[in-house]
């Protein structure tokens, strides 16, 4: 069991857009449903969009619209899109499989929005 690793954070600014990957080697990312969640300091951790295995997508009706979640089989990799980018969207993201009951976090990923 190999924990999902995020990258592709960093600073944007209002209005901006960036893409976050999800990736493991050790597992079939694609095979579990992915869900993308984020946190903001001093607030609850939220769900902001899942990809299931059969490839069906929901979002938070905050950011509908604005984010897409897709992946690629043959990279095994989960992306979040995200467009619009508003400076509540400063947080830490974080990446989530499950798949049979059994769940795995990644560690997070930095994303600033600011001026």
């Known amino acids: 069991q190999v924990q999902p690793v995020e990258s592709g954070g960093g600073l944007v600014q209002p209005g901006g857009s960036l893409t976050l990957s999800c990736a493991a080697s050790?597992?079939?990312?694609?095979?579990?449903?992915i869900s993308w969640y984020r946190q903001a300091p001093g607030e609850q951790r939220e769900l902001v969009a899942a990809?299931?295995?059969?490839?069906?997508?929901n979002y938070a009706d905050s950011v509908k619209g604005r984010f897409t979640v897709s992946r690629d089989n043959a990279k095994n990799t989960v992306y979040l899109q995200m467009n619009s980018l508003q400076p509540e969207g400063t947080a830490v993201y974080y990446c989530k499989t499950g798949r049979g009951g059994i769940i795995s976090w990644g560690k997070g990923t930095l994303v600033t929005v600011s001026s």
């Open positions: 990809i299931s295995a059969g490839g069906r997508t």
């Open positions: 050790g597992s079939t990312l694609t095979a579990n449903r």
